[in-house]
């Protein structure tokens, strides 16, 4: 069983940064993308950023273009969201997810892709 879990989230003010990270389990994490989704209230989860197995391929959303940076340390099992320039509009749940397919080509940005989910980390930023 392939287990996420998410740290790193709270509560800032528009403009500073945090960073989330993400430790998985139960599988050959190097094996797999990984993804960050986000879903604020009364909305739908949305796309963040995505990373394939190497971490060759990123993809970000274009609302966070510039703004966040995702890593994978491969050796840790872990995948990182650095977010930075945070904007009110940033606030949401947000959670890790993990590839159902092992090394995929493309980096799936889509929610219905990955199989495994965290709990998820609430990231609230103020004006």
């Known amino acids: 069983q392939v287990q996420l879990v998410e740290s790193g989230g709270g509560l800032v003010q528009a403009g500073e940064s945090l960073r989330l990270s993400c430790v998985a389990s139960?599988?050959?994490?190097?094996?797999?993308?990984m993804g960050w989704f986000r879903q604020a209230p009364g909305k739908e989860r949305e796309f963040v950023a995505a990373?394939?197995?190497?971490?060759?391929?990123?993809n970000y959303a274009d609302s966070v273009k510039g703004r966040f940076t995702i890593s994978r340390d491969n050796a840790k099992n872990t995948v990182d969201l650095k977010m930075n320039s945070l904007k009110p509009e940033d606030t949401a749940v947000y959670y890790c997810a993990a590839d159902a397919m092992p090394r995929r080509i493309v980096v799936p940005y889509s929610p219905e892709n990955y199989r495994y989910w965290g709990q998820g980390t609430q990231v609230t930023v103020s004006s």
């Open positions: 139960g599988r050959t994490f190097s094996n797999y993308a």
């Open positions: 990373i394939n197995w190497s971490g060759r391929s990123i």
